[in-house]
């Protein structure tokens, strides 16, 4: 999956989808950004292919929210190997923030 196809998939999920910030949002919304090189292939002394760690951050102030299962039942429709790093409530905003990590692949 390309950083085209990321953005394309989250957008399907919401259309308050970001790359790489969102300003005074005051819905559920994502902020997605690549992180790192998580691995690469080499051939004939080149790099070919770059994988790159993707961080997907969710924002909201919704229990139980549905954004959160349409994520995950995307990331598994469109078979994304994912994980969910961290669940933190963040007292200034008074939103919960969930954070994800799937990877994305990069032709050179």
């Known amino acids: 999956m390309t950083l ?16 790489q910030e969102a300003w005074q949002q ?8 690549e992180d790192s090189e998580a691995d690469a292939v080499h051939t004939d002394n080149q790099k070919q292919v770059q994988i ?5 951050d969710v924002f ?3 229990e ?8 995950q ?11 969910l790093l ?5 007292e200034d905003t008074k939103y919960t923030h969930y954070e994800y990590l799937i ?3 990069w032709v050179m």
Do not use: C, G
């Open 4 to 19: 085209k196809d990321i953005r394309d998939m989250l957008l399907e999920v919401t259309p308050n989808s970001f790359h």
């Open 26 to 33: 005051t819905d559920e919304y994502i902020v997605w950004a």
């Open 52 to 56: 790159l760690d993707v961080t997907v």
């Open 60 to 62: 909201t102030k919704n």
């Open 64 to 71: 139980y929210p549905e954004i959160i299962d349409k994520l």
């Open 73 to 83: 039942r995307k990331f598994n429709e469109k078979k994304i190997p994912w994980q």
């Open 86 to 90: 961290s669940i933190q409530y963040e």
């Open 103 to 105: 990877q994305a692949e």
